[in-house]
T-cell receptor
């Protein structure tokens, strides 16, 4: 079974802190994604990576950066956390759409910024 | 740009009923359509993936159908149980656009009354 692991299920940080959210997948997937999910707004794509060291901005990249140094790991970085970044963060991975394109999600990381 | 709509946003039915959840999309040029389940505070769990060349997929009490010409997919749940209570989301993978052209609906929140 595909496993996508997010390192932290719950985090509480203070405004201005630097925050790292880690995601690891074990199925050699090329594609990895970071979404945030807020009530009423659905899932919104922050960043997408289709290969090591490759990244593309999603719909809401402002205030975030990402790192993909190894194929299995995709990190989301909040350089200076703000209260409006309080949210559920979801990592996902998949084979390309020209393969099956099936998407697998991690358990989510609930971030609270005080 | 692809739009994915799920109606109704919420549904409450007695245990034992068969039910249908709806997902509509505006652009029929898709690679696949995927159904997910999300329990409160958790990530998304993949239920069924229908490739564009397929009409339906089945897993246990779940059956998903795809009609590209009408821009619709349905998720049929037979003999519903309280454990089926969750939010169900659909997502299309399009032939165009970055991030594998993924577009999510906002979900149907399902409650099965014991």
């Amino acid at each position: 079974d595909v496993k996508v692991t997010q390192s932290s299920r719950y985090l509480v940080k203070r405004t201005g802190e630097k925050v790292f959210l880690e995601c690891v997948q074990d199925m050699d997937h090329e594609n990895m994604f970071w979404y945030r999910q807020d009530p009423g707004l659905g899932l919104r794509l922050i960043y997408f990576s289709y290969d090591v060291k490759m990244k593309e901005k999603g719909d809401i990249p402002e205030g975030y950066s990402v790192s993909r140094e190894k194929k299995e790991r995709f990190s989301l970085i909040l350089e200076s956390a703000s209260t409006n970044q309080t949210s559920m963060y979801l990592c996902a991975s998949s084979l390309p759409r020209t393969n099956t394109g099936e998407l697998f999600f991690g358990e989510g990381s609930r971030l609270t910024v005080l | 740009k692809q739009e994915v709509t799920q109606i109704p946003a919420a549904l409450s039915v007695p245990e034992g009923e068969n039910l249908v959840l709806n997902c509509s999309f505006t652009d029929s040029a898709i690679y696949n359509l995927q159904w997910f389940r999300q329990d409160p505070g958790k990530g998304l769990t993949s239920l069924l993936l229908i490739q564009s060349s397929q009409r339906e997929q089945t897993s246990g009490r779940l059956n998903a159908s795809l009609d590209k010409s009408s821009g619709r997919s349905t998720l049929y749940i037979a003999a519903s149980q309280p454990g089926d209570s969750a939010t169900y989301l659909c997502a299309s993978t399009g032939k165009w656009g970055g991030a594998d052209g993924l577009t999510f609906g906002k979900g149907t929140h399902l409650i099965i009354q014991p």
